[in-house]
């Protein structure tokens, strides 16, 4: 209902305000940032809650599976550079997609760099994922990508970036910072060992635990879901959980995000106190609905098959018995 309450008013302002007077000009920008920001406060508004958020990660860079993850009721959607087959131009129609369906987006970088999450911030994603984040000198060194100077190294172009309307905002450089979600991926033994001092980084609002990397790294990458990976999964999560109250500062933790896993599925996560859930890729989803696809085919095919071998079985003990 709120959605439909600001696209009709932002409708209504369009069509009815001179484009010249300075009251529509600025009740236009206050609706858009309205419409553009209530993805983010919705998403942080929830998990301050204690909503487990569902997610999917978007691989395909295809625009319409987007769209459609938007419409289907994905709490945020990550659009994935590391692994995907998009960069920053592709990223782009994307999360235009994502804006008409008010559903969060986030970017996850191809590595920890200075130049990646430049380009990325400047598209004006709701959050940015840092990858094989294994000490908290690596998580200092994201967060401050983030920020501008003096606080942090960002590149400034902010008059003429998506993520400030392209100028239009003039108070963006006022919330940028503060609205922005940053996550750090912990996915190898060393982040492992090192992931209290991670998560008491000031500006990372959330760790991201990977699996497959972290098998990977502990030997197990044919075996992501044995007992040794669980166990180090469950130290992990247990040490992120416990910060989030208080991560020693008096100030609240990192929320804790994961991936589903075959034998590990979204819901379980969520039991075990995970805050934001991918429950897959947008590949893997159309993998498994098209080889079913084709499997339920070709049964139906020597499903006939036996059938019309059956009556001609049937017919030829007929012919016989005369």
Known sequence: MMMKSILH?????????????????????????VYMASTLTAMKARLEKGDTLYGLFLCTFSPVIA????????????????????????????????????????????????????KALDLGPQGVMFPMIDTPEQARRAVSYCRYPPNGLRGAAHPVIRASRYGIDEEYLSKCETDLFVMCQVESMEGVRNVR?????????CIQIGPLDLSASMGELWDPVNEKVKSMMNGLEEAVIGLRPNRGDGVSGPYLAGFAMAND?????????????????????????????????????????????TTEVSSFVKIGSK
């Open 197 to 205: 001092e991670i998560a008491a980084v000031d500006g990372v609002d």
């Open 67 to 118: 769209e459609i993850s938007g419409y289907a009721g994905y709490d945020f959607v990550v659009v994935d550079m590391e692994h995907g087959y998009g960069g920053i131009s592709t990223a782009l129609p994307c999360l235009h997609a994502l804006a008409a369906t008010a559903t969060p987006a986030i970017l996850r970088l191809p590595e920890c760099s200075q130049t990646w999450a430049k």
């Open 9 to 33: 008013s932002r409708t209504h302002i369009l069509s009815y305000t001179s484009p010249h007077s300075a009251l529509s000009q600025t009740s236009i920008l206050s609706l858009s940032t």
């Open 265 to 309: 599925g979204p819901n379980e996560l969520r039991v075990r106190g995970y805050h934001m859930v991918a429950g897959g890729v947008d590949i893997g989803l159309y993998r498994a609905a098209a080889v079913d696809d084709v499997k339920k085919f070709k049964m139906g095919l020597n499903l006939d098959a036996e059938i019309e071998g």
